[in-house]
């Protein structure tokens, strides 16, 4: 069984390099974001959310009200403190969400983590694998999309827990739709493409799916208690 540490330390150790790296975009443009404060706050939920959905939700609270609270005792800008904090926000909280969320639905049900790491995974490697060097924009999704049906499938066919054949093709298709809407997402934090963020593009895919996700598991777990 894969070890929930694992997913803790994956997760935070993929969320900080993300929000480090969105910082470091973001400062390159003159924007005054915090770069030590991103990456720890974007390492700390999953850590959180290892203890549960309150504690996640405390770390966000705090999280804010820090950046907010950095922002403003800066010396030197000329920037209102509420846009500063707010770059410093947008870097570390829609990856640190992603990665915190991975780690509540192995919480819940572990064989519903390894089907979103499954999907995830060979989303991106559809794409990768596929899109690189193409001049059509659309191969790469299309073939990350394919990967996601092959995937579901065998998952399904091998049993992997927690989803009945319905259920399974319900969530799948949850997939195909968050998957490449999370990759858009991604793109819209970032001031232009050329940014250095390669550790968002390791993430990115997981942006809306993974918090949608543990919802969605958490609700279907509780159905059956």
């Known amino acids: 069984m894969v070890n929930q540490d694992l997913f803790v330390a994956g997760g935070g150790g993929a969320a900080a390099l993300a929000a480090g790296q969105l910082t ?3 400062i390159s443009e003159g924007e005054r974001a915090d770069f030590a404060l ?4 974007a390492g700390l ?3 959180s959310a290892a203890a549960g959905t309150r504690a996640l939700g405390a770390a966000v609270v705090a999280g804010v009200v820090v950046s907010v609270v950095a922002a403003g005792v800066q010396r030197g800008s000329t920037t209102p403190p509420i846009r500063d904090a707010g770059f410093t926000i947008q870097s570390w909280l829609p990856v640190g969400m992603a990665s915190a969320a991975m780690v509540l639905t192995y919480r819940y049900e572990v064989g519903a983590a390894v089907w979103l790491l499954c999907l995830v995974s060979i989303f991106d490697a559809g794409q990768y694998l596929t899109g690189a060097g193409s001049a059509r924009l ?3 999704p299309v ?3 394919a990967g996601i049906g ?3 499938f065998t998952l399904t066919v091998i049993g992997v827990p927690p989803f009945t054949t319905s259920a399974a093709t319900r969530f799948a298709l949850a997939a195909v739709l968050l998957i490449p809407a999370g990759v858009v997402t991604g793109s819209a934090l970032v001031p232009h493409q050329d940014a250095n963020t390669g550790g968002l593009h390791r993430i990115d895919s997981m942006l809306l799916l993974s918090p949608i996700w543990a919802w969605a598991i958490g609700r279907y777990v509780a159905s059956f208690a």
Not at 38 to 41: D, E, G, P, Q, V
């Open 143 to 145: 073939a990350g999309i």
């Open 24 to 26: 470091r975009a973001w």
């Open 138 to 140: 659309w191969e790469g």
């Open 38 to 41: 991103s990456m720890i706050a």
């Open 45 to 47: 939920l999953p850590l």
């Open 150 to 152: 092959v995937v579901a």
